[in-house]
């Protein structure tokens, strides 16, 4: 029915990580090692600190990876997070004899990844921690031996409550201190010799490190910057890895607006030009640029982790002032600090009937629920309708109200005690809800709302693929459908259910996408119909620019696709 162009990779280079320093006795050279990271793929490389030249390169078949040198054997040993798109939860390892990066496999265990960096004992034993259930795990280098040491959390045990598990020294009696992240936090020291643990009140000493034999520190950004003797240096390593988009909007100015996961880069297109540019990375913060919206003549975005609220001026020249954190009145972007009471991820994003702002939020780790933020523009102040029980997973308004779907799930760690996803109406005026329901029993969250202005109904999707009408005047859901597909689960977002992306069209039907499908609400006929198969599946976001141009991500690159294909006459 339509056509797709594939407008290009945004984002390339943008979540890059590392600067693990390890001696090659072979080659006599000082090796600076880091990550260029992505939802497709890693990659390994290591720098010469003295001539800037790229000597190693590796593809991981990862998301995202960490790695803990040891200058007793200079050895470079690397831990893999799972990835959405590759196998990960692999143990690698590296040493400059024989200058391959060798796979010792995995532990014994399911449906978990490794979190934090590996742990090397003094005896060389590698020590790692998992996510979600704070298992440590035992790697014996010499006997290529696996030990599953057990869950490292002090009772009680919550099912289904993340739990991390991070080792973080070994005592001299031989015992492992683990850092377990969950409500509540805890540290607990594991004896591998009896197989308990107990319980730490007191943190003890972490031991002295040898100084690093050279003053050398990496800046890795978008570039492979790194400083030496406090000189800044930038090697020749190339940057090839696109992170998925994430966050996709139209701007005040014409062009396409978006952001890409962990990399906090915003990039614009422009549909009279046909030009995709990264503009860059703003000033502040680490982590994701969730999504952005325009509002009067500025573009607004907020950002994980810490829950940051910014705004960027598109008629003035880029300039995110880092030195700053992007608080400077000169910055563009720039930064108006932390949405407060302890939001920490703000999803999306909806102009409300008075012309402020609302923002779908997540509290912060261990801590349940999340809120309704709402900026105002013209005082730019902040104010959060807290929701102890859930958080807030997306937003959409119209002249009547302010429309939101929540989670059961709040911040990471914590204890989640609900169990359905809701639907709910906020009231501008009174300041509360005025309404709420659950749209699917089976469902634990409501994932993404649109609005209607031909049949005046509020549409949404749910994580259990289900897509519900919802009648104001009637206060009730009034018609319900089987999505064409699952959506797309983006690690980072953070869910392993799939988000079924919702728009309005300019001919007021409901446009969506489901992992490998677009698709319509005829809000007349109330049917699904199937539309089209894009060339790259794990779609994600859709807007619509002109009238039948419609635009989202798939993976990492930015799709254009054309409602009807243009006929061709020669």
């Known amino acids: 029915m339509g056509v797709f162009y594939d407008l290009g990779r945004p984002v390339v280079g943008g979540w890059m990580g590392g600067g693990w320093l390890l001696h090659d006795p072979v080659r006599k050279l000082d090796l600076l090692w880091g990550g260029e990271f992505g939802q497709e793929g ?12 790229t000597v190693e390169e590796f593809r991981v078949g990862c998301r995202e990876f960490s790695a803990t040198p040891d200058p007793q054997t200079d050895t470079l040993w690397i831990c893999t997070y799972h990835g959405l798109y590759q196998p990960g939860h692999l143990l690698l390892s590296w040493n400059p004899r024989d200058r391959n990066l060798v796979s010792h496999g995995f532990p014994p265990l399911v449906d978990q990844r490794f979190c934090g960096s590996p ?54 009696s031989g015992e492992v201190v683990c850092n377990i992240a969950r ?41 492979a910057r790194y400083e030496v003797d406090g000189q800044l240096r930038t090697s020749d390593y190339q940057p090839k890895v696109a992170t998925d988009v994430v966050g996709l909007n139209p701007g005040p100015d014409g062009k396409m607006y978006g952001s890409t996961i962990i990399s906090m880069h915003i990039f614009s297109f422009d549909p009279a030009s046909r030009a995709l540019e990264d503009l860059g990375r703003v000033g502040w913060g680490g982590g994701e640029i969730y999504d952005v919206i325009a509002h009067r003549d500025r573009l607004y975005m907020g950002s994980y982790s810490g ?26 972007p720039h930064s108006f600090g932390l949405i407060g009471d302890d939001m920490n991820r703000p999803f999306e994003y909806a102009v409300g009937p008075d012309q402020r702002i609302y923002i779908a939020c997540r509290a912060n780790y261990r801590l349940p629920g999340g809120g309704l933020a709402r900026f105002c523009p013209d005082s730019e102040s902040i104010h959060v309708f807290r929701d102890l029980e859930q958080s807030v997973q997306c937003v959409a308004a119209d002249e009547r109200y302010v429309y ?24 501008v005026e ?23 202005h031909r049949s005046r109904l509020i549409y949404g999707s749910t994580s259990a693929s289900t897509l519900f009408a919802f009648d104001i005047g009637q206060r009730q859901i009034v018609q319900r459908w089987r999505a064409p ?67 989202m991500g798939a993976r990492g690159h930015l799709l254009e696709y054309h409602l009807r294909d243009q006929p061709h006459y020669r």
């Open 42 to 53: 890693a990659v390994l490389f290591a720098i010469d600190v003295d001539s800037g030249q």
């Open 119 to 172: 742990l090397v004992a003094p005896d060389g034993t590698i020590y790692l921690g998992t996510h979600p259930h704070g298992h440590l795990v035992q790697y014996d280098p010499l006997r290529g031996r696996w030990k599953d040491c057990g869950q490292q959390a002090l009772p009680p045990i919550v099912p289904d409550q993340h739990i991390w598990c991070y080792p973080r020294q070994v005592l001299d």
């Open 183 to 223: 409500d509540p936090v805890s540290n607990v020291a594991y004896d591998p010799q009896t197989n308990q643990r107990r319980a730490l009140t007191d943190l003890p000493e972490a031991p002295e490190v040898p100084p690093p034999t050279r003053a050398v520190r990496a800046q890795f950004r978008f570039d």
């Open 307 to 332: 829950g940051y609220w910014g705004v960027y001026d598109p008629e003035r020249p880029w300039n995110p002032l880092p030195d700053s954190e992007g608080r400077n009145r000169e910055a563009n």
């Open 404 to 427: 939101g779907g929540t989670s059961i799930s709040g911040g990471r760690g914590c204890i989640e005690e609900t169990t359905q996803g809701r639907f709910f109406l906020f009231d």
């Open 430 to 452: 009174r300041e509360e809800r005025a309404f709420e329901c659950i749209p699917d029993s089976q469902a634990v969250a409501v994932t993404s709302l649109a609005v209607s």
């Open 485 to 551: 597909g699952p959506g797309t689960p983006l690690m980072g977002v953070p869910e392993t259910y799939g988000v079924i992306h919702l728009t309005c069209g300019h001919d007021g039907d409901i446009y969506g996408v489901t992992q490998s499908q677009v698709f319509k609400i005829d809000v007349v006929a109330e049917r699904i119909v199937h539309l089209d198969t894009p060339p790259i599946p794990d779609l994600y976001q859709i807007v619509e620019g002109a009238p039948g141009v419609f635009y």
